[in-house]
Structures are given as C-alpha cells and as structure tokens.
C-alpha cells in the first residue's frame, strides 16, 4: 500500500488529525521508531506502563499500515485479541532496531501529503515551522490526543503477514515444532524469520538438506518429494527435535555441491523447521502445527525473476516449481496443514 493511500485511509479513520499529525505520520512512515528505542530499559518500562493504562477495544483494527512497510499496532486491540505484550514488544525493538528510510525518503512522503491536506489549516505554517526546527521527531496534537487516544507501537509492516500464526499459536500454548512448507518465493523463509524473533526460536532449513549428486538419480528425481534428502533428515534431525536440547546437522552446499560445515541449532523450547517439503511423509507427523506458505503464479514467478534473475527463472519455471506441484498435489500437502498463509 503507497503512501499517500495510507495518508488518505488515516484520516478517514482519525477525523481529528491536525497538520502536526500529519508531519508525525510522515516521519514514522520513513524512519520507523528509531528515535524512540534510544534506551531499550526505558522504552519497556513506558510500554508496559502504557499498555496497563490502555483499556481492551476490539473495535479498533489491530495493525494500521501508514506505508507498504510500517503499521501501527493499537494496543486496546492487541489487548481484545489477548495477545501477549511480550510479543508487540519485540517487534517494536526489532522494528526499531533497523535503520529505516533516510531524510530523502521523509521529504518525498511530504511532498506527497502536501498534495492532498491542503485543506487543513495552518499545514503550511506547521510545516514551515517544523523544516525551521531541523525537521524533527514531533508528538500528537493535542486535538489528536483527545479526540483519538492514540496507543500504539510501530512495527515492520511484514510482521501482519504472520499474525494469524501468531494467534494460532497463542491459542495452542503446547507447540514445540512448527513446520513452514509450501510454494517458491511465498516467503516461507521471511515467515519463518519473522516468527523466529517473536518466539526466540531457532530455524532449521531444508534447504540444508537437498540431494547429493549420488543420489540424484531420474528414479528419485521421478518420486513426489523426491528433491530432498529426507533420510537425512529424519537421522540428523528428527531425534532431537522435540527435546528442546542442542542439536547439529550437516549443510549440503549447491554452490559446491558436497557438503560445508555443519550447522548448530541451540537449545529452546519451540523450533522452526522451513522450506519445501517440511511436510514430506517420510519424515513423519513430526511438527505440532503445520503451516503452509502460498503464492498465486504470477506474483511467484515475478518474485523469482526479481530475485534469482532470467536464468534461473526458467529453470524454476520448467523444473523445480513442476516438481513442488507434484509433490503437493500427490501428498495433499495443502490440504492437510493446519494453516494456510
């Protein structure tokens, strides 16, 4: 979502947004809440001093975008979904934690909100006040604050892709092992990421385990979920898993197509396993919830293009999204996950 379509959603949500509130928006859209996390102590005792004091509303959506990469997240409806504060805080710190858009990025979304709240008066006196002040990180009006009670923290607009796991999981409290399988380029891999900071759990990649040469012959390539090393898996793996202790693997490198090094998985008491075919059979009904990441064609294959350039897009294209399909299809691997992203 652009920019000026969350200008235009925000004000249509906050009618008492005030030319201050509108250069607010501008600033956290580009630049996150860097400023705000300068003392990581402070900033917790102010969260949870805040959420305390902010009533449950389900009425409220939980997750505002203000630009196709930050959102807010209103409290009173983090509260209503009885979510755990925990979990809004560290994707406030790991949000505030990356440096976000420049003061390139600041000038362009001003721009743009220039073009469309002329009609709120004063905004090119703010404005021009503000630019005089050395264009800094400004609060709430205080129309705004009495007339929308603002409670929120701002986070990286791809932890919304996650929150239904989020939720499901906090209504499955006992979840030791969540296994992301699915399509190419459906962001299996950022899930997974994205849900490792939440939980503070560590992330196993199948990718680690594709085929040796050895075994790479037309018989095991013509298998539905054939193009993993599932043997390997189920040997290296599977046995310590659900342990929650220490646990290594070997990783099987394509580039030099032998295996390099070995990789650590800490103790912890949930684990990630992701990547396709995390729900082959052969391994077993291994993961407490299954997920599965999806993708429709064209936005896979745009996304393959941008990502592995022409080359390797084709080769996706005739060979290894064919063999994913088949592999779905075959096994009812959609059909049978517990989620679906």
């Not at 560590?202 to 085929?211: R, Y």
């Not at 220490?246 to 008491?269: E, K, N, T």
Request: aromatic content about 10%; hydrophobic content about 45%; charged content about 20%.
């Amino acid at each position: 979502m652009d920019f000026t379509t969350c200008l235009q959603e925000q004000r249509r949500l906050h009618a008492s947004m005030q030319p201050q509130d509108v250069i607010k928006l501008c600033y956290q859209a580009a630049r996150g809440a860097e400023h705000l996390l300068a003392d990581t102590t402070r900033a917790r005792a102010y969260f949870d001093q805040e959420y305390a004091a902010t009533p449950a509303n389900a009425s409220l959506p939980l997750f505002e975008n203000i630009s196709d990469n930050v959102a807010r997240v209103n409290i009173a409806a983090w509260k209503a979904a009885d979510l755990p504060a925990e979990w809004l805080f560290r994707m406030f710190v790991r949000t505030a934690s990356v440096p976000m858009g420049g003061m390139t990025l600041l000038e362009q979304y001003i721009a743009e909100a220039s073009a469309i709240v002329s009609d709120l008066p004063g905004w090119d006196e703010t404005l021009a006040a503000w630019r005089a002040a050395g264009m800094p990180a400004v609060h709430h009006s205080e129309a705004y604050r009495a007339g929308e009670h603002p409670a929120y923290r701002i986070v990286n607009g791809r932890f919304r892709c996650i929150l239904p796991l989020l939720q499901r999981l906090n209504d499955q409290p006992d979840v030791r092992v969540i296994a992301i399988d699915g399509r190419a380029a459906s962001g299996k891999t950022t899930k997974a990421a994205l849900l490792s900071e939440m939980l503070e759990a560590p992330v196993i990649h199948m990718d680690d385990f594709f085929l040796t040469p050895a075994l790479r012959t037309p018989e095991r390539l013509s298998q539905p979920g054939g193009n993993v090393h599932y043997e390997r898996f189920a040997e290296e793996v599977l046995p310590g898993l659900h342990s929650g202790e220490d646990l290594s693997y070997r990783i099987f490198d394509c580039g030099q197509m032998d295996y390099a090094g070995g990789q650590h998985i800490p103790a912890a008491p949930i684990r990630i396993v992701e990547g396709s075919y995390a729900h082959h059979p052969a391994l077993g009904n291994y993961a407490d919830l299954r997920v599965f990441s999806t993708v429709d064609a064209m936005t896979q294959m745009g996304r393959i293009l941008l990502r592995n350039g022409a080359k390797m897009a084709e080769m996706f294209r005739t060979r290894w999204i064919p063999m994913e399909e088949k592999y779905f299809a075959h096994f009812d691997i959609p059909e049978k996950a517990d989620l679906h992203l």
